[in-house]
Every structure is written in C-alpha cells, then in structure tokens.
C-alpha cells in the first residue's frame, strides 16, 4: 500500500474530524446555554402567522384535502386549484438548493434558478396529473425517464441505466431493503444530475449540455451503487463476520490506494453475491476515476475515504456499550452527513466555494438527527447506535447525555442564524421542514405513542415544547415535494413489486393449466405420427405468452368463466406452433432447434412436419368453433382469427423474400407486425371480441399489441445478438447466417434499442389511456424488453 497515499487520507480524515469537533463544540455550548430557545421562540412568533390561520368556519377546514401520501396525483391536484402549489414547490426546491447544493438563498441568481425550476417541474406536475394529457408519466417510471432521456438526447444511457437498475434489482440479495435501496439508488442519480445541471447553467450548447447530462447520469449511478452494496449490505446482517471483514478491507483498500484490489476470492455461503458485487463496483470505481481531472482525484478520494471511515466509525458501535463520549456519538455523523453531499460535489468537478462547502457541512447533521428521530423504533429493533437510540437506553443512567432532540433544534438556530444569516426565507424552509417532520412522525406512530416520546425528550423545556406541539397540530402548509415523491417512489416500487411476484405466480399457473390441457388424444386406437409431432412440438417446453395472455383478459379482465374459454387457450397455442414447425422448415428458415429441443423436420420429417403444421391449423379452428358463447360472436372470432392467420402468411411471405436484402424500417415495421404482432394481437382481440367490447377498446388494444410486438421482435433480433444458445434454447446469430434483415441489421445495436424503448414508451402511453382494470398488460410489456430468453 502506497504510504503517502494512506497518510494523506488520514490526515483528511483528521481535519474532517478537527472541524466537526469544532462545529459539535458550538452546537453542546448552545444546547448547555439553552440559547437556542429564546431565539427559535421569537422565529416561531414570526413564522406561526404565515403557518396558522384562523378560519371562521373551523369545519370546514381541510375540506377535500387528499391524503400528501396516499395519492399523489390528487394531492398535486388539489394544490393547484387551491393556489397553493406554487409556494408548495417553491420551498421544496429552496429546501434542495440548500440541502444538496449548499445555496445561499439571498442571492438573487439563486432565485432565479429556484423560480425556473419551480415553472418548469410545475408545468410537468400538471401533465402528469392531467387525464387529458398523454404526455403525463412521472419522471422516475420507465417511460418518464426515457421520454426526459430522449429530449435531453441520453436515450443510450438511459438504456444502459434501465438496464444496471435492472440487474441491481435482480441481485439485491432477502434481508436487505430492495424498495429502500432502489430508491435510495435513483435519488441519488437525481442529486447528481440536479448539481449537474445548476452548474452549467443555461447557456450551455445543447451538445455539451448531452455530454454532461450523460457523464452525470453514469457517475450518479456509479456512485449511487456504493449505498445498497456497501452502506446498506454492511449495516444488513447478510455477510458473515469474515466476510464482512475481508470486504470492508476491501474498500479501504481501494480508496487508500485509489486501485482495485485483485479479487477477494470470495468462499463463504455469499460468495456468489459478492463476486457480484465486487465486479460492479469495480466497473463503477474506475467510471469514476477515469472521469476525474488528474490534479482532483487524490483530494476525490481522500473525501471517500473520509465518509467511508466515518461510516465505519459509526457502524461499529454497539448498543451494549455505555460508555461512549458526545463526541464518539456525534462527531462521525457530522462527518458523515456532510461528507456524502461534499462527494457529489467532487464527484461534478464543481467549482471550490469555501461558503458553500461550508453550508453543506453544517447542514448534513440536521437531515442526518431528523432521519434518526423517524427511524429510532427501527434503529431500537435493530440495536442500531444512534444519538437517539443510545440517549433512549442510557438517559436515565448517565445524566451527561446530551438529549439529540435538543441538539437538534441548536442545529435549527444555528443554521438559520449563524449560516444563513437570518434569511426570512431559509428560516421558513427550515423550520417547515422541521415541524413537518414531527407531523409525519406523530402520524404514523399514533398521539399515544408520540406524547410518550415528547415526554422523554422535550421534558426538559416545557414551555418550548409548548409552542413546537402547538405549531404540530395547528401549522398548515409545511409539506414537501421530495417527501411526496419520496412515499410515491416507495408505494409503487413496492406495488410494482407485489405485482410482479404476483403476476409471475399467476402466469406459472396458468401455463401449468394450459401445459395439461393442450395434449391432443387420439381419436382411436390408431397413433398417428402427426399427432406425435403435434404433441412433441406442443410439449417443448413454450412460455405460452398467446393463451396465457387470453386468459388473463377474459378472465382478470371481463370476468368470463375459465372453463368457457378453454378451447379458445388450446387453439392459440396450436395455430402459434404451427408458425413455429412452418418457419424451422428447411424451405424457409432451415433450423435445427427450437425451444431446446429438435425441430419436427429435424426429429421427423420434413413431410411430417408440413401435415402437423396443417393439423394444428385445423385443430385451432375446430377448438374455435367448440367455444359456447353466442354463435353470431363466436362466427365474428373465427372471421377475425382466420383474418391473423393471412396476414401471418403474408409477413412470413415478405420475411422469405427478404434474405439477401436489405428492408426500410417501414418494411420492417410491418413484416414484424404482420408475422409476429398479429399473434399476440389476438390473443388481446379474441377475449374481447367473446366479452362484446365496443370497437373504441377493441382499436387500442391493436395499438397496444402494434407496439408491444415490434418491442417484443426487437429483443428477439437483440437477443440473437447478444444472448446463449444456453439461455434461449436455440442457435444464435441464426439471422446473420440466412443474411436476414433484422432491427439490428437496419437500425444497428444501439438504434435497435433506442426503437425497442421508443415502442415500450407508446405501447404504456395506450394502456394509460385503456385504464384497464388489471396491470397484467403492463407487466407483459416488461417482460417483452427485460427478458433474457
């Protein structure tokens, strides 16, 4: 290990310490002086006027006020018509500039930013909420984050982001926090990308404004990554003592010498989880390095190594011990909190400004004492260190205990007067923040329990207290913009969540029912080797997207019965396997295998083959026509159906004469639409046609299945690029062997993605505006781009 690299780093590790001490110094004298109450009292006479107003009809007040967690939408609705969004974002943006960015709210140019970003999230708020608009997704959903992509001009790295999120989320490993993490992982690329973006202004080139959207986005997640594999994995109780040993090693090492070790050659029960790990943070450290300017990267990495250390500090202390000083207690969170922000900082090359790094530091313990105080009956469960939980344990015992609740409101004055001048406007954000934290606090854990929290930690300034609890229950208009994302973010990547493990249940029962019914038996004691081939190429093991899609729209969607629609099932399957015996033949794509297995010419004949594609034509109609609903609909769904099956002909025609050629995209679009788009079309249609729905639905649910199946082709084309023979269960590379025009042929690699997102994002912009009852549809799209067979 490099020495001098070492001792720097921990002789910045000191002066980080010196400095905190310092600053902790100040904020204990306050708390002893009790200085901070007579000022936060007169702050409070001013603040309580623009915060509590009387109403002459008391009962009505709040009327129609949406709950600010429960439904994003009407609550951002209900602030614009009742006025107050404007001033609703206003102070959550200032609240941003200040936290994140260490902004002095009396400039003007300040202002200036915070008003422009209030117009333009205002004007995106409204979209997204407004039914009328198809333009309305929030920024963190897939088609949010593409769209905002697209017009910054990063669509590939959006990509390349959808697709490390993905692989993130994959291998969060059960102990650990996956909704928490996520989030935690995207606000963090939104923090860097926002002090990007203040940086350079508005009078950027757009060119270089996409370069540096695209550099902050790759170093936000680079950096990001650090919080759910390393902060959280270590605090988690996952990893064993050793390895959880060998893997902090790890990371010291990396920042002291500023190079990746050679592997950990990991051997415990997680050794698969942290080869993981260790390689995606090793892909993400030398992103990050390879970005920094040669004269910043020792001081980058010293300032990791500052945080990473206080982090270590801070983690190992046991609840057990009684004998931790203030300082042990409070000293590495000073660090710690204000480090984070100051990283992101380094991590832009932003230009040094000593007042602002300042405001940064000062500022990190009063989001970091406000977090502990939400989280203390976790942190208790847990056995987690925290001022709160500690003071919670040994106040009793130890009567030199600074009480982290006073601590916190010294943080509030000093910050409001000493770093902020006496700003009006940085004392309103602040103590809103600080009176709806305890709001929020009080209403999730109930009156009964909140008094007896007050009761512990505010005894001692009664008259203070007094005044705090009155403006709990009477203030009005101290929410935030950030904490309503913050519950939006949680409750959907936990309903998506929930979704997804129930959709993924429901499709692997469905498919088993659909696996045990589709066999076909004899009609006599004759075996038939077409029925042989029929049932060997049935049972080869297909995802059955087709009937399982059908089942879920008849049945999740338009309540009809499972056993009604039985026959309907069986006959898509047997029409789409028939496509798939008729295009293996050797006349036209010529493969060997398809689902893992022989192909029917392969495992037959090619004879064989062309008579079990015929059959199973013929059985799909004959199921068709077995279906009991009325005559005049069943008529109008084998019309339809016999209609799919030509135009599947004609796109199998076009995709025959177009070896050796090169197709427009328009051809293409088409050819895929017709060969591959009309299958699942009809799986979506036939349910509908037997359920009556009106032809308005009927229409978008075919722009729906349009757009859904070019993105489905498109990850073929891409997979028989990019995935295994292994996974997919067929040769790949099998379209540039037939010299096939494919979306990667015409578009290129990366082209083929952007066009595969660029149909995701139309397809969801339909299914908004479909509203139907069950998210299944959204969940098919998912799996269409995010399969790796």
């Known amino acids: 290990m490099n020495v001098g690299l070492k001792n720097n780093a921990e002789k910045c590790y000191q002066l980080a310490e010196h400095k905190a001490a310092q600053y902790f110094q100040e904020l204990d004298q306050d708390v002893n002086d009790k200085s901070y109450i007579p000022t936060l009292t007169k702050d409070f006479k001013t603040w309580k006027h623009q915060h509590i107003h009387r109403s002459p009809f008391p009962f009505l007040k709040g009327a129609n006020r949406p709950s600010d967690t429960k439904d994003y939408h009407s609550y951002i609705k209900w602030l614009n018509y009742t006025g107050k969004l404007d001033h609703y974002l206003d102070r959550s943006i200032s609240y941003i500039f200040m936290r994140d960015m260490g902004k002095d709210l009396l400039a003007s140019d300040t202002q200036s930013r915070i008003d422009n970003v209030v117009t333009s999230l205002k004007d995106h708020l409204l979209k997204t909420v407004s039914k009328e608009e198809n333009e309305g997704f929030d920024f963190f959903s897939t088609v949010g984050l593409y769209k905002w992509g697209q017009k910054e001009g990063i669509e590939s790295s959006i990509i390349w982001l959808l697709d490390k999120l993905k692989t993130v989320s994959l291998n969060i490993p059960e102990g650990m926090d996956g909704t928490h993490a996520q989030r935690k992982l995207l606000k963090i690329i939104a923090g860097v990308i926002i002090n990007e973006m203040e940086e350079m202004g508005e009078d950027l080139a757009q060119d270089v ?94 300032q990791s190594y500052v945080f990473f250390k206080s982090q270590e500090i801070d983690r190992d202390k046991v609840l057990s011990n009684a004998t931790y000083t203030n300082e042990d207690l409070y000293v590495p969170i000073i660090i710690k909190s204000s480090s984070s922000r100051l990283i992101v900082r380094s991590l832009i090359n932003a230009p040094e400004d000593e007042g ?100 512990t930690f505010a005894s001692g300034n009664p008259a203070f207290n007094h005044i705090v609890q009155k403006m709990v229950r009477k203030a009005e208009d101290v929410d935030f913009f950030d904490k309503l994302l913050r519950d939006h973010m949680v409750t959907n990547l936990k309903k998506e969540q929930q979704e997804k493990e129930d959709f993924t249940e429901l499709v692997e029962e469905v498919r088993t029912k659909i696996d045990n019914l589709i066999d076909i038996q004899p009609h006599n004691t004759l075996v038939s080797p077409v029925i042989n081939a029929a049932n060997y190429s049935l049972n080869g093991g297909g995802k059955r997207l087709r009937p399982i899609a059908t089942w879920m729209m008849g049945v999740k969607e338009y309540g009809l019965k499972e056993s009604t629609i039985m026959p309907l099932l069986k006959s898509l399957e047997y029409m789409h396997t028939a496509s798939l015996i008729y295009d293996d033949l050797p006349s036209q794509d010529n493969a060997a295998f398809r689902r893992g297995q022989k192909t029917v010419h ?136 037939n010299n096939q025009s494919t979306f990667v042929t015409v578009l290129g690699l990366e082209g083929a993605k952007r066009k595969m997102w660029e149909h995701y994002c139309k397809a969801m912009e339909t299914l908004q505006d479909l509203q139907l009852k069950t998210r299944f549809l959204q969940q098919t799209l998912n799996y269409f781009v995010h399969r790796n067979h």
Request: net charge negative.
């Open 356 to 455: 602002q790094d300042k405001r940064i530091f000062c500022y990190g313990i009063y989001n970091q004492l406000a977090d502990d105080f939400s989280d203390m009956f976790s942190d208790m469960k847990d056995s987690a260190v925290t001022p709160y939980t500690y003071y919670l344990t040994y106040h009793k015992k130890r009567t030199d205990l600074i009480n982290p609740y006073e601590l916190y409101w010294a943080v509030i004055s000093y910050l409001i007067h000493n770093i902020y001048k006496s700003d009006p406007k940085a004392c309103d954000t602040i103590l809103n923040r600080a009176i709806n934290g305890l709001k929020r606090f009080k209403k999730r854990v109930g009156n009964k329990v909140y008094e007896e929290i007050m009761g």
């Open 209 to 302: 404004r996409t370069q540096k959207l695209d550099k902050a986005l790759r170093l936000g997640f680079s950096y990001g990554l650090t919080y759910p594999f390393i902060d959280d994995l270590l605090d988690a109780n996952i990893l064993s003592d050793k390895e959880q040993r060998q893997y902090s090693e790890m990371i010291r090492t990396t920042l002291l010498t500023e190079s990746v070790p050679e592997s950990g050659n990991w051997t415990g029960k997680n050794k698969k989880l942290l080869e993981f790990v260790e390689a995606e943070l090793s892909e993400a450290f030398q992103y990050i390095k390879s970005q920094q300017p040669a004269e910043k990267l020792h001081s980058f990495f010293e």
């Open 602 to 737: 392969q495992e037959y004949n090619t004879a064989i083959a062309e008579l079990t594609g015929l059959f199973l034509t013929q059985r799909a109609t004959f199921e068709q026509a077995s279906l009991g609903f009325d005559p005049e609909r069943v008529l109008k769904l084998i019309q339809y159906s016999t209609q799919s099956t030509e135009d599947m002909c004609k796109g199998q025609v076009m995709d025959l004469n177009s070896k050796g050629k090169q197709l427009t995209l328009e051809e293409l679009n088409l050819m895929c639409h017709l060969k591959t788009g009309k299958g699942f079309e009809a799986a979506l249609i036939m349910p509908s046609i037997l359920a009556n729905v009106n032809n308005e639905k009927i229409q978008a649910l075919k722009k729906f299945a349009y757009h859904a199946g070019i993105a489905f082709q498109i990850k073929d084309d891409l997979l028989d690029v990019e995935g295994t023979s292994e996974i997919l269960g067929k040769r790949v590379g099998i379209d540039a062997l």
